[in-house]
């Protein structure tokens, strides 16, 4: 595969149902699995295929995203000829439907003019799976097809593999065609095209609500989850940082969970999953919860089924309970006490 | 200058194959670390390291320095390893020497001060404050002190100081000492006078070329102003197994000096891409020190655990430990012991507290297994 996909990201993607863990970021930036952020997954699939020039299209508050991804060092991407590119939006646009808006590809044409690449790999950024995409380019090239859909479960993954020349005619042709994206291609009934499905069987979740957020974070702890997720040859890269290793003081009492680096842990955690640099205090307990990176629990806290966002502080005693179906979600860099119980 | 030639002999099986300042430390870092960490966290933007015992691990470690932002477009970090000139090859022979043969690197930045250092130790320096002292003094060395434990001065080399902090002697491993302030083989010069009396101690063909044995007792004997820098704080020399364990040890006490959670002075490190550990419904983790890519299904007491450790069902790993990854099977009991990168202890091993600190071999396992057999 080498030399020969572009990889095209679109972060673009809004979901409502995720607002909460939105609001100071894009969806690809939403932090999963103690050290990782969902576009992790798809860019380490990516460079994991060998794929040297990788395009993100970001719209709006995509600070975050920007500070995570910096050169593309950490994912080998920092590179003298291809490498990371970012395009965000430079007009305006309405409401889409699907993945790959012509009318933002079409702003940065010149990318896709200069590429040398052959095929042209179009994502979304907010699929948490261990693809091996070399299969996908294969079938596509076996079958001729102009248009390659990834399925998994009988559903689509919204991402398509297409040569580079047929993306370019697509976006050129978007006016008279009326087409926005590559699922108006994909869904028109009067297309001309050849269109194929591959089907992924390997583990995949989609994350578009706070639901399916907390489902496939907890599903994590299920080891063969974990295993297919994270595998040594097949690494998902991250933006490192420089913790120190996680610290279980006495009193700490952890069971079923997954820990990132930095943290100080001193009370209990069960069926949860903690991000870097996570305190927990002393007597407090935490459960089928996720931490978000830097907060803080105070001591004697009782937490279950919440989702934590960044640098959140916790006052010593507070209690709050939510539930598997409708986690508590607490919004980034704000301070909840004990009086603010419910 | 940093010099990380160590052999760290005392070490064992875990020099046999890199330099003593590679040897991993803490759940993440190797000794270096915390001195490279200390001049980058000091402002100092160029640093020679100089290497010359099992330098492969070392060098491709230090790489172009990124991990401590040492990658420069202006000094930066340069691995200075012995070189071969027209005639021969010339290894270091003295701490000394490493630094006269380098004197080409150290005139391409002409600087004001050379401050040079052991890649041996842990600790948490500013060095600037030194160089502040040092000019403040206006000393033509000025030499880092720690108060040590009287009973142990005879262990160290002493200095001897007036009411000024002047150093007026210096003596190696004193039988009878007369002051508890030891070298940390921490020095800053002014560099014509690094480079005056390294030219001399060159010419003297007597010398062993080594800093403590004989450029400063010159200097000294010159009347030239050697100061002490009194330092307050963790640090520790962890030349043998022994100490290793205890250093890591001390990372678990809630007082200890060496607190890695320091933001305003982080110790960096190459960071391996590891996902987060993972610990088991059946597992107990208790007062210890763990790095990501850790898979534990057993009981952690007391332990530090480095990247990539897995720990099987039943197992019990006590006040131990685990250089990255290692392999730890099921049913395993381990007290009081240094488990060296990559091992694999298979299932049911059993290694009890004895005396000393074991540092586990793969001899060692052999034996175990031969026992088992056996019974």
Not at chain 1, 38 to 47: E, K, T
Not at chain 1, 155 to 160: A, D, I, L, P, V
Not at chain 2, 137 to 154: H, L, M, R
Request: glycine share 6%; aromatic share 10%.
């Amino acid at each position: 595969m080498n030399k020969r996909v572009l990889g095209v990201i679109d972060a673009t993607t809004y979901h409502e149902g995720l607002k909460e863990l939105m609001i100071h970021r894009s969806l690809a930036a939403i932090p999963f699995a103690g050290r990782y952020r969902l576009i992790d997954f798809v860019l380490s699939n990516m460079v994991n295929a060998n794929i040297e020039s990788v395009a993100i299209f970001p719209k709006f508050q995509y600070r975050s995203l920007m500070d995570h991804l910096g050169s593309g060092k950490d994912w080998d991407l920092n590179r003298k000829r291809d490498g990371l590119f970012f395009f965000p939006s430079s007009i305006i646009e309405g409401i889409r439907r699907g993945i790959g808006s012509f009318s933002h590809f079409a702003a940065n044409m010149d990318y896709f003019q200069r590429s040398k690449q052959e095929y042209a790999l179009i994502t979304n950024c907010f699929t948490v799976s261990n693809m091996d995409f070399k299969p996908v380019l294969d079938k596509h090239i076996q079958t001729g097809c102009d248009i390659t859909e990834i399925y998994h479960l009988g559903k689509s993954m919204q991402m398509y593999l297409v040569k580079t020349a047929f993306l370019i005619d697509l976006i050129q042709t978007r006016e008279k065609t009326g087409y926005t994206c590559m699922s108006d291609v994909v869904t028109d009934i009067y297309h001309t095209y050849r269109i194929c499905r591959y089907d992924y069987h390997g583990y995949a979740a989609m994350i578009d609500s706070i639901e399916s957020y907390f489902a496939a974070s907890m599903e994590l702890l299920t080891p063969e989850v974990w295993n297919k997720l994270f595998q040594k040859d097949h690494p998902i890269f991250t933006k490192v940082k420089d913790e120190p290793p996680t610290r279980y003081l006495r009193g700490a009492s952890v069971h079923h969970s997954i820990i990132a680096n930095g943290c100080q842990i001193e009370g209990v955690v069960e069926n949860s999953i903690i991000s870097r640099a996570v305190k927990i205090g002393r007597g407090a307990v935490v459960k089928n919860s996720i931490i978000m990176q830097k907060s803080q629990i105070g001591d004697h806290c009782v937490l279950d089924s919440v989702i934590i966002d960044k640098d959140v502080r916790i006052e010593t005693g507070t209690v709050m309970t939510g539930s598997r179906t409708s986690p508590y979600v607490i919004r980034k860099g704000t301070g909840q006490g004990a009086l603010m119980n419910i | 200058m940093l010099l990380a030639g160590g052999k760290g002999s005392r070490l064992h099986s875990l020099t046999k194959n890199l330099a003593k300042p590679a040897v991993p430390f803490g759940g993440k870092y190797r000794i270096i670390d915390f001195t490279l960490s200390n001049c980058t966290n000091s402002g100092i933007d160029t640093v020679g390291v100089l290497t010359q015992y099992q330098p492969l691990v070392l060098n491709s470690y230090i790489g172009i320095g990124s991990a401590w932002d040492l990658d420069r477009r202006n000094g930066g970090v340069t691995v200075l390893p012995p070189y071969s000139e027209s005639s021969e090859v010339k290894w270091y022979n003295g701490t000394a020497s490493a630094i006269y043969q380098n004197l080409n690197f150290i005139m391409q930045y002409d600087p004001e001060y050379v401050l040079v250092l052991s890649g041996d130790h842990i600790y948490k320096m500013d060095y600037e404050r030194m160089l502040e002292y040092h000019f403040k003094k206006q000393a033509d060395v000025s030499i880092s002190v720690i108060e040590v434990p009287w009973e142990e001065a005879n262990r160290f080399g002493i200095m001897n100081t007036d009411a000024e902090m002047r150093i007026t002697d210096f003596v190696e491993k004193p039988e009878a000492p007369k002051n508890n302030l030891a070298s940390m083989g921490i020095y800053i010069f002014n560099w014509p006078v690094l480079k005056e009396y390294l030219e001399k101690d060159n010419g003297d063909s007597t010398s062993s070329h080594d800093f403590g044995k004989d450029v400063i007792p010159m200097l000294l004997k010159e009347n030239r102003k050697l100061v002490a820098y009194p330092f307050k704080g963790y640090w520790k020399d962890v030349g043998t197994v022994q100490s290793l364990w205890e250093a890591n040890m001390d990372l678990l006490d809630e007082k200890c000096e060496l607190n890695l959670f320091d933001y305003d002075w982080r110790i960096y490190s190459v960071n391996p891409n590891h996902p987060p550990q993972y610990i088991s419904p059946i597992a107990k983790v208790e007062e210890s020190l763990i790095n990501e890519g850790c898979i534990i299904e057993g009981d952690i007491e007391r332990s530090v655990l480095f990247q990539g450790v897995t720990v099987g069902k039943g197992s019990i790993i006590r006040e131990t430990v685990v250089m990255p990854n290692a392999q730890i099977g099921q049913n395993v009991f381990i007290e009081n012991a240094i488990i060296p990168t990559n091992m694999v202890v298979p299932d049911g091993t059993v290694v009890r507290k004895s005396d000393e600190i074991i540092l586990l071999t793969d001899e060692m396992l052999e034996e175990i297994m031969q026992i088992k057999r056996i019974v």
